[in-house]
């Protein structure tokens, strides 16, 4: 059975750091590729980061420096260190496989608020 339960979310200055944490399925973390997904009201969800069985992170422009995506396999979890947060930051945040789609199962996310 699928699970993903996200964690750590909450509300930050511009500038704070927050770090999310994501309990996922051994089914899920053992081999695949998994990712950090974030969706903003009124937007369409984005991918932000993801990381290959290999450790082998890739991120989008928007969070490079900045966001830190890694994984402890062993545990099935997965974690996002998020960095200089910005207002645009603000988003509900999920985990899931690299390229889920909407037939995929999703968590309940995690918001993420960074304002003043």
């Known amino acids: 059975q699928v699970r993903l339960v996200e964690s750590g979310g909450g509300l930050v200055q511009p500038g704070g750091s927050l770090r999310l944490s994501c309990a996922a399925s051994?089914?899920?973390?053992?081999?695949?590729?998994m990712a950090w997904y974030r969706q903003a009201p009124g937007k369409q969800r984005e991918l932000v980061a993801s990381i290959g069985p290999n450790g082998r992170a890739n991120y989008k422009d928007f969070v490079k420096g900045r966001f830190t995506i890694s994984r402890d396999s062993a545990k099935s979890t997965v974690a996002l260190q998020m960095n200089t947060l910005r207002p645009d930051d603000t988003a509900v945040y999920y985990c899931?496989?690299?390229?889920?789609?909407?037939?995929?199962?999703w968590g309940q996310g995690t918001q993420v608020t960074v304002s003043s």
């Open positions: 051994e089914t899920l973390t053992g081999i695949m590729s």
């Open positions: 899931n496989r690299l390229r889920a789609n909407d037939y995929d199962y």
